[in-house]
Each structure stands twice: as structure tokens, then as C-alpha cells.
């Protein structure tokens, strides 16, 4: 059985998000939690969200009452790009500059390791 938890616009490129979710990918729930939770990157702090959201949908989901968190993987994790937040900046000579302020799609599945 699995379960999906998404969180949507995250103030950060998909690029910065992916470096910690390689890591992450693949790993016990526990282990990814631990990992994430003493990283220092500003990504682990939304994938650790995000992961904890999947953990208890999957637990709530589940029929199977004796399901603990040593028995969940993290099966699946993927960071999708968002709507850009276009700004403008002064530069000089009276002219503007563009600022590309991205955001992404953070997607975590998670299923039990039987």
C-alpha cells in the first residue's frame, strides 16, 4: 500500500529542492526523517513537512492497525517547477531588470516496505 502527500509553491528552485531529495530517495522513513530533520539545507525543512504528511496518510489509509514507521520507505520523491514570480528591479540608465523569482511542486510517496 502507498500513500502521496504534494505540496504546492514552495519559495525555491526545483533544482536546490532535488539535491536533497536524491538523498533522501529510497530510505527508510525514519532514517529520512532524522536525515532531513538535522539538515541544515532550507529544502529538508518542507520535504521533512511533506514526508510527515505522507507517513500519516498512509497510516490512516492503512486497515493494518500494527503499522509503525520502521516498516514505510520513501518509494517515490520528485520536485516539479511552479509559476515564476517575474519582478523587476531598478538598473541603471532609468532602465529595469528582470527577476525570475521561481517556485516548485514538491511530490513524496511513500509505502510500507512489505
Known amino acids: 500500500m ?3 502527500a504534494i ?14 531529495l536524491n538523498e533522501v ?12 530533520h538535522f539538515s541544515k539545507a532550507k529544502a529538508s ?5 511533506t514526508l510527515r504528511s505522507a507517513i500519516a496518510n498512509l497510516l490512516s489509509k492503512s486497515e493494518n492497525t500494527d503499522l509503525n514507521t520502521e516498516n514505510i520507505k520513501v518509494k517515490e520523491c520528485y520536485a516539479d517547477g511552479g509559476p515564476h514570480m517575474k519582478r523587476f528591479r531598478a538598473a541603471s540608465m532609468g532602465r529595469i531588470s528582470k527577476l525570475n523569482k521561481p517556485t516548485a511542486h514538491l511530490t513524496v510517496v511513500v509505502a510500507d516496505k512489505n
Open 2 to 4: 502507498e500513500a502521496k
Open 7 to 20: 505540496t504546492r509553491h514552495i519559495r525555491q528552485s526545483p533544482r536546490k529542492i532535488r539535491i536533497i
Open 25 to 36: 530517495r529510497g530510505l527508510g522513513a525514519e532514517e529520512a526523517l532524522n536525515y532531513l
Open 45 to 49: 525543512v518542507y520535504i521533512e513537512k
